[in-house]
């Protein structure tokens, strides 16, 4: 198996451009997880889906972010606008039924 | 809220050194825990976990754990770093319930010396 497949890997984009994360969960798991990393506030989970369906986004940050899972191999996290401050590296996991969480490579985001 | 606290922010040892990494939880209830290693420009990778029985854990590496239900304590011990383990090592809990988020704490930044 791949593992947790995320793209791009590196992003720089300019404050207010849209800006999409992509990840593709390893096959077979239900539950996928967005997390960001940053010195200040460490791992922070965004959001996380159980088959498909959002269960809990009390981490997303403000109405800029948006995700979605339209089927069980693909999910994004959407900035738009995207500002300086959401510099990060945006990791996704997945995970089957009641195991450990398997982590992707990240994206790392550098907003100018 | 719930919470993770690693004690250590930057731990310095030299090779051969033992180690041991300190993880509360303030929660109260049954859960799930985790350390994770992040080498240098990696993703997270787990080291262990523990879900039920001997709370002693023992994970890839030779590294191991211990839950202390009465102290909430997860802590990570290694007899004998290897400078191959530099890297940034995060406790993480899942809690009963709760959907298998992880909730971790800020990280210990472990440098050894060779």
């Known amino acids: 198996d791949a593992g947790v497949i995320q793209s791009p890997r590196h992003e720089v984009t300019e404050m207010g451009q849209e800006v999409t994360l992509r990840c593709k969960p390893i096959?077979?798991?239900?539950?996928l997880f967005w997390y960001r990393q940053t010195m200040m506030r460490g791992l922070e989970l965004l959001i996380y889906f159980n088959n498909n369906v959002p269960i809990d986004d009390s981490g997303m940050p403000e109405d800029r972010f948006s995700a979605k899972m339209p089927n069980a191999s693909f999910s994004t996290l959407k900035i738009q606008p995207s500002e300086p401050r959401d510099s990060a590296v945006y990791f996704c996991a997945s995970r089957p039924q009641g195991l450990e969480q398997f982590f992707g490579p990240g994206t790392r985001l550098t907003v100018l | 809220a719930q919470s993770v606290s690693q004690h250590n922010h930057h731990v310095i040892l030299s090779e051969a050194a033992s180690l041991e990494l300190g993880c509360n939880y303030s929660y109260g209830g049954t859960v799930n825990l985790f350390w994770y290693v992040q080498y240098p420009g990696q993703h997270l990778q787990l080291l262990l976990k523990y879900f039920s029985g001997d709370p002693l854990v023992k994970g890839i590496k030779g590294f191991e754990a211990e839950f202390i239900k009465s102290k909430f304590s997860f802590n990570l011990r290694k007899p004998s770093v290897q400078w191959s383990d530099t890297a940034e090592y995060f406790c993480?809990?899942?809690?009963?319930?709760?959907?298998?988020?992880?909730?971790f704490g800020q990280g210990t930044e472990l440098s050894v010396k060779p």
């Open positions: 993480a809990v899942t809690l009963y319930n709760q959907g298998g988020k992880l909730i």
């Open positions: 096959s077979g798991h239900n539950s």
